[in-house]
């Protein structure tokens, strides 16, 4: 648990992971294919757009990709703070950036089996087996979801005022009882899992703060930057659980408190320490 870095300590950290990725960096990258898919232009990069199983999708590419293809993957809101949640700064790194819509689904089973095909269809095309996740906002429940059920196929989750447990958001309904909740998405997230009543909810074991065995036993680093004046998605039920548990199962894990800051703006002023970690631990060596 840490305070947000220093611009200037923050940017010589990532500046010299950069420099030490870099080395080699496009030569070793392999070729991917995106035939077929129209391009434009994201945050100045390149980036393919297609559908997947009739859903938007798209991928942003590196002028200079590093060795393996390593890459990012927004789960939901990858055009909210943008640039304060890393991913320019990542494929300006060297990272390639992917986004898939399966709408606003919590992270339910049918759309866990979805992002999981397309995850391999992009290693398939020649990205790395195992991309660093971003999970921002509500966002965390589908990183964590996708990750307890294929934690091979995951480096790294960025959590960004990371929804770690529906009782909390969107149930309002947590043990501490901070957050706000919000009844229409409990409801919602209800129907899309299956649960026939609240009981039901409220006994689920597939919460982030539940499932963190089979990451820590896969290896996987957890970086989550949160508001410490959240009251909708409080850290004390979400991102703070999940630290705690995560060091006691043995993980890697790093919080960056903002100390006063609610829920918005998600994301740091300068995104540094963010792309220094996913550099650290999700580019393979």
């Known amino acids: 648990m840490r305070p947000f870095l220093a611009p200037v300590q923050a940017g010589c950290r990532w500046s010299l992971l950069v420099a030490a990725c870099a080395i080699g960096a496009g030569a070793a990258a392999a070729d991917l294919d995106f035939a077929g898919a129209e391009s434009d232009r994201w945050h100045g990069h390149l980036r393919h757009r297609f559908r997947f199983e009739g859903a938007e999708a798209w991928v942003a590419v590196p002028e200079r990709p590093l060795p393996g293809n390593p890459w990012s993957w927004c ?7 943008t640039e304060r949640c890393a991913a320019p700064a990542l ?3 060297g990272f390639h950036h992917a986004f898939l819509d399966v709408g606003n689904t919590f992270g339910c089973p049918a759309a866990v089996a979805r992002l999981e095909r397309f995850h391999d269809e ?22 964590h979801r ?13 959590g960004d005022a990371g929804v770690c447990d529906v009782r909390s958001w ?3 309904i947590a ?25 039901a909810a409220l006994a689920w074991k597939g919460n982030p703060v539940d499932t963190l065995g089979p990451l820590a ?3 996987v680093a957890l970086v989550h930057v949160v508001g410490d004046a959240d009251d909708v998605v409080p850290p004390a039920e979400n991102a703070l659980v999940v630290e705690e548990r995560y060091r006691a199962l043995g993980g890697t894990i ?12 998600h994301g740091l002023d300068d995104p540094a320490p963010v792309v220094a970690f996913l550099l650290e631990h999700a580019v393979p060596r």
């Open 75 to 81: 789960m939901m809101f990858p055009d909210a703070f």
């Open 91 to 93: 494929v300006a790194a």
């Open 122 to 143: 992009l290693v398939r095309r020649g990205l790395a087996p195992r991309p660093a996740l971003i999970g921002i906002s509500r966002g965390s429940l589908y990183a």
């Open 146 to 158: 996708f990750a307890a059920e294929h934690p091979g196929k995951v480096s790294v989750i960025y």
């Open 170 to 172: 969107p149930g309002g």
């Open 175 to 199: 043990v501490g009882r901070a957050g706000k909740g919000s009844p229409a998405d409990w409801a919602e997230m209800k129907r899309l899992h299956g649960f026939a009543d609240d009981a």
């Open 217 to 219: 036993d896969a290896g």
């Open 254 to 265: 790093e919080v960056i408190h903002k100390p006063g800051v609610g829920h918005h703006p």
